[in-house]
């Protein structure tokens, strides 16, 4: 584990707040009931009135554009890092 300042957990933490909020309504929710809630998916599902597959599908990749976003700071630029990794994977 590594050592980092008060200073910084709370400015990574007002960050990635920042980053959260640019997710869709849905995606906050399922990502809220997943890891703050410690729902399943299964009920999260019954939550958001998804199926169990696209709630999996959205909190996978709510995660992947929450990475993004807090590597990149907006999301325009968050998108092109995506589509250009995506399209790298496929090639």
Do not use: W, Y
């Given at each position: 584990?590594?050592?980092?300042?008060?200073e910084a957990r709370n400015n990574m933490s007002k960050r990635l707040m920042k980053m959260f909020r640019k997710l869709s309504k849905n995606a906050?929710?399922?990502?809220h009931l997943r890891y703050w809630e410690l729902m399943t998916i299964?009920?999260?599902s019954h939550d958001i009135g998804m199926s169990w597959a696209e709630?999996?599908?959205l909190i996978d990749s709510s995660l992947v554009k929450l990475r993004y976003l807090f590597?990149?700071?907006?999301?325009a630029e968050a998108e092109k890092m995506m589509k250009?990794?995506?399209?790298?994977?496929?090639?």
């Open positions: 584990m590594f050592d980092i300042s008060e906050q929710r399922a990502l299964e009920e999260i709630t999996d599908r590597l990149c700071g907006n999301k250009e990794n995506m399209q790298a994977l496929s090639a």
